[in-house]
């Protein structure tokens, strides 16, 4: 097997992923006060234009929709968050990667983890909101760590997989972009499924982003463990984007010092 | 790699690619590669170097600029992997190609000194063992919980030199790094590296100051445009390199 030994040496760097995310995190939150506030707002204030705008201008008929959509701005934030993240850490520590040898998958992990962190941050607001439009709160809820867990492991996934591609190439963050605020449409996180026209429901339907979001909002919207053939299809996923990745980067990633 | 061996190289050559023919974007990429005009002009960092080490040599790298010293130390120490042939090293590599490496300008001394601990593939258990060594080597004294930011660039290297050897490698690998921090500190590396002599750690050395390779080196490597011209007894070989820097017919 060709990644075990790199699989040990990032067992072996475990601490310097972790002091990573602490320094993610305080360049995120010490500076300034407002960085925590700003994650937990800028969700919210997200969630009310989509209120405004698809309870009076269209209309759905989604009850409760402002939890319907919070809970899906928070996974979409931070899946594309951190897969842009991800691209960006590589070029943000060159100067490293130029002196030091060490296996570069930490940057992305550790930048994954962070992202996870910010998302369970961003929770709070979400439990304010499912508290004020009294929202039953199920013991499905429970679930949610494993939900974010299955989300990780596919966003990690993606994240490997294009940020050597970021470093080859200028442009393919930005086509990245591109590409998310497409992905973002074609994913239900505003409207329903059941708006979907039957011709093209199979596109949303077979969108694998959509897959993992539905076992992260289930727990929260529905009040229920989502059904294991959808949960066994999410981990699918998850697993084939975590191992494409990997290989991915694997086979790239001698090449990344030459390139940075 | 033969069994006395601790540093193997295997016919290592190594090119980069210039900015000139690189293609920056995946769109033009695309075009060249459907074109078929992908045309690359190389580089040739390193060509053909092979030689061995075994434990306890004392390696001084000489050449002149661009010659392919620095390339050779990446190598060695992993950070760069040839293009062809192979390098092999044994037991644990202490790379210093620039001291402090990883510092966050906004942290501490002391969380500094996790930081590029770990960076360097310590664990927080081990860097907690050194803490008190590391600090007290550095002779920063209270300016250990000063952010770095305020430090000068002799403190600064102070830290990072106390920090990358505190622990004994098997291997050392030196660029030009000892040139910074007062007479004092200058002389606690030097003692800290005869320490290192002692436990029979493989020091490799890149350094202009030749006097620095004939007092500390039992070997000399010249290298020019990528290849080895000599290597040898630093008593041989520098009195060559020299000579070559002479203009010709004098």
């Known amino acids: 097997m060709p990644s075990f030994p790199a699989l040990t040496s990032l067992i072996r760097h475990r601490d310097l992923i972790w002091a990573l995310v602490v320094r993610d995190l305080r360049v995120r939150y010490k500076r300034s006060t407002l960085g925590l506030v700003w994650t937990m707002l800028q969700p919210l204030l997200t969630m009310s234009v989509m209120v405004v705008v698809f309870s009076t201008v269209f209309r759905f008929d989604v009850p409760n929709y402002p939890v319907y959509c919070l809970a899906g701005i928070l996974f979409w934030n931070f899946f594309s968050q951190s897969i842009v993240a991800s691209m960006v850490s590589l070029r943000a520590n060159a100067g490293i990667l130029h002196k030091v040898p060490l296996p570069k998958e930490v940057f992305p992990i550790a930048t994954v983890v962070s992202g996870v962190v910010n998302l369970v941050l961003a929770l709070v607001p979400l439990g304010l909101i499912l508290l004020a439009t009294g929202h039953p709160l199920h013991p499905s809820l429970l679930f949610l760590p494993v939900a974010i867990l299955i989300a990780a492991l596919f966003t990690l996934g993606m994240g490997l997989l294009l940020s050597p591609l970021a470093v080859f190439f200028t442009d393919v963050i930005e086509m990245v972009g591109v590409t998310l605020s497409l992905l973002m449409y074609l994913t239900p996180i505003f409207y329903p499924m059941a708006i979907v026209p039957d011709r093209f429901r199979f596109v949303v339907r077979f969108n694998p982003v959509r897959s993992i979001l539905e076992v992260f909002r289930d727990p929260i919207y529905f009040g229920k463990i989502p059904p294991l053939t959808h949960l066994a299809v999410a981990v699918g996923f998850a697993l084939v984007a975590l191992a494409l990745g990997a290989w991915a980067f694997r086979r790239n990633s001698d090449k990344i010092p030459y390139y940075v | ?250």
């Open chain 2, 1 to 250: 790699m033969s069994a006395d061996a601790v540093v193997q190289l295997f016919d290592v050559s190594l090119c980069y690619r210039l900015a000139k023919q690189r293609i920056p974007s995946l769109k033009e990429y695309a075009l060249h590669w459907v074109r078929g005009a992908l045309v690359y002009e190389q580089l040739w960092a390193l060509k053909n170097v092979s030689f061995s080490l075994a434990a306890g040599d004392r390696l001084g790298v000489v050449g002149s600029n661009g010659a392919g010293k620095s390339t050779l130390l990446k190598v060695i120490s992993g950070v760069l992997k040839p293009v062809q042939g192979r390098a092999e090293v044994r037991g644990r590599v202490a790379p210093i190609l620039e001291l402090g490496i990883g510092f966050d300008y906004e942290l501490t001394g002391d969380e500094n000194i996790y930081l590029n601990a770990l960076f360097l593939g310590h664990s927080r258990k081990e860097v907690d063992a050194r803490y008190q060594e590391i600090v007290e080597f550095s002779g920063l004294g209270d300016f250990i919980r000063a952010p770095v930011r305020n430090y000068s660039s002799g403190m600064l290297a102070r830290l990072g030199f106390s920090i990358v050897t505190a622990w004994v490698p098997d291997v050392l690998i030196l660029d030009e790094v000892l040139a910074v921090g007062d007479v004092h500190f200058v002389k606690k590396c030097e003692e800290r590296l005869a320490e290192f002599r002692r436990a029979g750690t493989t020091l490799i050395l890149v350094s202009h100051a030749l006097e620095s390779i004939q007092r500390n080196c039992n070997r000399c490597l010249w290298l020019e445009a990528g290849q080895v011209r000599a290597d040898g007894p630093p008593a041989e070989v520098l009195p060559r390199y020299i000579g070559s820097a002479a203009p010709v017919g004098a």
